[in-house]
Antibody
Framework: QVQLVQSGAEVKKPGASVKVSCKTS????????INWVRQATGQGLEWMGR????????AYAQKFQGRVTMTRNTSISTAYMELSSLRSEDTAVYYC???????????WGQGTLVTVSS | DIQMTQSPSSLSASVGDRVTITCQAS??????LNWYQQKPGKAPKFLIY???NLQTGVPSRFSGSGSGTDFTFTISSLQPEDIATYYC?????????FGGGTKVEMK
């Protein structure tokens, strides 16, 4: 079955960067876009951007432009999201999600908690 | 950015009740709307696409309707396993945006 398995929780200091991985299985990695969505504790869902694993093309939410980089390693069917210049407001659970088509996010990874604290 | 406004933000209902959630877009989004269910501590689950189409495997007690700016999500007969927060999501324009969520609790 289709699975997205994310890397473990991270604790970072303000100003640092974090790189979250999303290992996929059960389907051809290069066919479907991978999107990243974050959720602060007790808050709603916030779309960060998407990446085409076939050619590496990306589209980022303007809010994260200049701070986020989405990449992939097709040889191991894994997508990555790196967020730099971290601040306390970036503390959240970060999810990857496969885009079946037209931004239908299904399934999702289990989430990665990133805590930014001095 | 397109703003998505859900109401109510929370509701309490009994087993077997009909539950209705509304989602309003800040501009016409045609039917470019999806619905998700999120249980506590879990990732969201995709339920409905294009406003009214049930994803494969999703129980038929869930349904959606609407187009333009006003949308409705309905659980025809609430079950204990439906306790969750529900989110609408538009994809008419980037950035994709979500509603604030509706928390459904058992009375």
């Amino acid at each position: 079955q289709v699975q997205l398995v994310q890397s473990g929780a991270e604790v970072k200091k303000p100003g640092a960067s974090v790189k979250v991985s999303c290992k996929t299985s059960g389907y051809t990695f290069t066919i479907y876009d991978i999107n990243w969505v974050r959720q602060a504790t007790g808050q709603g869902l916030e779309w960060m951007g998407r990446m085409n694993p076939n050619n590496g093309d990306t589209a980022y939410a303007q809010k994260f432009q200049g701070r986020v980089t989405m990449t992939r390693n097709t040889s191991i069917s894994t997508a990555y999201m790196e967020l730099s210049s971290l601040r306390s407001e970036d503390t959240a659970v970060y999810y990857c999600a496969r885009d079946g088509s037209y931004y239908r996010f299904d399934p999702w990874g289990q989430g990665t908690l990133v805590t930014v604290s001095s | 950015d397109i703003q998505m406004t859900q109401s109510p933000s929370s509701l309490s209902a009994s087993v077997g009740d009909r539950v209705t959630i509304t989602c309003q877009a800040s501009q016409d989004i045609s039917n470019y709307l999806n619905w998700y269910q999120q249980k506590p501590g879990k990732a969201p689950k995709f339920l409905i696409y294009d406003a009214s189409n049930l994803q494969t495997g999703v129980p038929s007690r869930f349904s959606g309707s609407g187009s333009g700016t006003d949308f409705t999500f309905t659980i025809s007969s609430l079950q204990p396993e439906d306790i969750a927060t529900y989110y609408c999501q538009q994809y008419f324009n980037l950035p994709v945006t979500f509603g604030g969520g509706t928390k459904v609790e058992m009375k």
